[in-house]
């Protein structure tokens, strides 16, 4: 089953990238999606992975697993109305690579091993880059370009990170492998030395894919260059695994006990992250470089919450599905706005509520929802993380959290109510928006709305799940 869910994307995009009918091609990707989903849905609930293995599902590898149907998904129907409207374009490597990506971000989610999580986040991470390039402007190619050196020297830093830590192992009987269970059962014999410098690598490395500042400037150019669809999958999915596997990290300095690896450079990290995309969400005028900053500070959220650990890990892992969703109906949005405008900038975008009122109107919810505003399930997320930190006897840390929220909430508002209420330009019109990229954003924000005011004893259970691993619990 776990091989099926690894293989099925890739096959299904060489399949695409063989076929010469155009239709055919783009079926293939909410068929696709709706298999990987049936696939996902029939192994859980999922046993405890068995010693050894090398895939598996634990309670946070579910979460991801979970998280990146569900978007794979809404974004899959969208792609049908956004390529549909650019025959222009060949959509060959553009759906093969969708469906790899998918195939890639499972093997992430499934691995149970520290270089085979490598390869799954590095795959994921290639695949996404002709996503960013399928614009085909000057400005397009120079964010790819930016975006694969970037994240290339992240994933450079990563595997020495990873050769690190199993050069820790040496000493040990049977030791220097990467899977999992036996790095966290031999991890009181690892060498600190080595096992230190292995953390702070593996932090800069999958902190880079993830966005944390000063490792995030790959994120506004390729953010603001791919189309939405390609958004939301960077934002929700890749960030995600980067995640996962910075979570696979701390289990094993966890399980190695004090003077492994602090939380604290992830607590650091985390509210530098929301304090630069603060300011730069201040005095941003492109939206779709506005939300790559506000990524930004919910990959700090996310950070801070890892560092904090115990109630802080639980938050972590609610909030990124709730910002992910959140942000995957806002990213599909400014993708329906650009192309109506013929733009991005705020200068140029006015009164999208007139001009498209669905669009416009779900631009305007996801900012309040990405924002962490009640009902959305954001502000669940952030407000247990507020606590979290309280508890943990850091109001310092909780004092932060919510000055450089309030400062994103700000300097969000202020572009995302302009755009939408202020009078359009001359001459526009009302313009008719098709349900193909209406439905998906509409979805994900339904979903946002209804976990803020109902959240399921299963996905309870496994942020609760996810929190116990780095606890060192089963």
Not at 115 to 140: I, K, N, Q, Y
Not at 360 to 380: E, K, R
């Amino acid at each position: 089953m776990f091989v099926a869910l690894v293989l099925i994307g890739p096959i299904l995009g060489a399949a695409a990238f063989l076929l010469p009918r155009r239709g055919m091609r783009l079926a293939l990707l909410p068929a696709g999606a709706a298999a990987h989903l049936a696939l996902t849905l029939a192994a859980l609930p999922a046993p405890a992975p068995a010693p050894g293995a090398l895939l598996g599902l634990d309670p946070a590898g579910t979460l991801v697993l979970v998280l990146t149907d569900g978007l794979f998904l809404a974004c899959s129907v969208y792609a049908l109305g956004y390529l549909r409207e650019r025959p222009d374009r060949d959509d060959r490597v553009f759906v093969a690579c969708m469906l790899g990506f998918l195939g890639a971000a499972s093997l992430a989610a499934l691995a149970r091993h520290l270089g085979l999580l490598w390869v799954a986040v590095e795959s994921a991470t290639l695949l996404g880059a002709p996503l960013v390039h399928f614009g085909r402007r000057p400005a397009s190619v120079e964010a790819t370009w930016k975006y694969l050196m970037v994240c290339g020297a992240g994933a450079s830093l990563a595997l020495l990170g990873t050769f690190f830590l199993a050069y820790a192992g040496l000493g040990n009987p049977g030791g220097g492998g990467l899977g999992l269970d036996a790095l966290i059962h031999s991890a009181p014999g690892l060498s600190r030395t080595w096992l230190r410098l292995a953390y702070a690598f593996l932090l800069v490395g999958y902190g880079t894919k993830m966005g944390l500042a000063p490792l995030h400037t790959w994120k506004p150019d390729a953010y603001g260059e791919a189309p939405g669809v390609a958004g939301t999958l960077l934002a929700g999915v890749l960030t995600s695994t980067a995640f996962l596997a910075l979570l696979r990290v701390r289990q094993v300095c966890v399980a190695a006990g004090p003077g492994a690896g602090s939380g604290t450079p992830l607590v650091v990290l985390g509210l530098a992250s929301m304090a630069v995309a603060g300011v730069f969400i201040v005095g941003q005028r492109d939206l779709k470089r506005l939300l790559a900053y506000s990524s930004v500070e919910n990959m700090g959220v996310l950070a801070v919450g890892l560092g904090l650990g115990g109630a802080g890990v639980f938050a972590a892992c609610l909030h990124m599905v709730f910002a992910a969703v959140a942000e995957g109906a806002m990213f599909l949005c400014a993708g329906n706005i650009q192309r109506v405008y013929g733009s991005k900038h705020l200068d140029e975008v006015r009164g999208a509520w007139r001009l498209l009122p669905w669009s416009g109107g779900m631009l305007t919810a996801g900012f309040f929802a990405v924002t962490g505003s009640p009902p959305f399930a954001p502000f669940v997320s952030e407000f247990t993380l507020l606590s979290a930190a309280l508890r943990a006897g850091r109001p310092w840390v909780a004092g932060l959290l919510l000055a450089f929220s309030m400062l994103a909430f700000l300097g969000l508002g202020r572009a995302v109510l302009a755009a939408v209420l202020d009078s359009p330009p001359a001459g526009m019109r009302r313009v008719h928006e098709g349900a193909w990229t209406t439905l998906p954003p509409l979805a994900l924000l339904a979903v946002a709305a209804g976990l803020g005011l109902w959240m399921p004893p299963a996905l309870r259970g496994l942020a609760q799940g996810g929190a116990a691993l780095l606890a060192g619990r089963p």
